[in-house]
């Protein structure tokens, strides 16, 4: 998946699921949660589901969470031998959130070169 813009998503921006995947070169902006799960919710600009995914050079801003929810911008899970790479994540305003979060069985994960700007947890 490369060069997406996706603006102003509720819940998700980029959703992947599926090993050996690259996702390059995408912006994502304005994610938000969706009061269709309650007054709060989790919103996740990328996420993905799988091993050996490369996430390189993509741009999120803006994951912010409904309520008490969470802003996730980039969220690998299950992601061995995942690598992250020259990302620019960040937020406006600093609300609960994860810069880049390792979920599950995310082993051997490299996480190298990125801006992480303006969230709770850089790595998490």
Do not use: K
Request: hydrophobic share 35%; glycine share 18%; aromatic share 4%.
């Amino acid at each position: 998946m490369e060069r997406v813009r996706a603006d102003g998503n509720t819940f998700a921006g980029i959703w992947v699921d599926g090993s050996s995947v690259t996702i390059r070169g995408n912006q994502v902006v304005n994610t938000t949660g969706t009061t269709a799960n309650g007054p709060s919710s989790d919103c996740l600009g990328i996420v993905t589901f799988g091993s050996e995914v490369r996430i390189l050079g993509n741009d999120v801003t803006d994951s912010v969470g409904m309520g008490s929810g969470t802003g996730f911008a980039v969220q690998v899970n299950a992601g061995s031998g995942t690598v992250l790479g020259g990302n620019r994540v960040g937020n406006a305003v600093l609300g609960a959130s994860r810069g880049i979060a390792l979920q599950g069985s995310s082993l051997n994960v490299l996480v190298v070169n990125n801006r992480v700007s303006r969230t709770t947890y850089g790595v998490w």
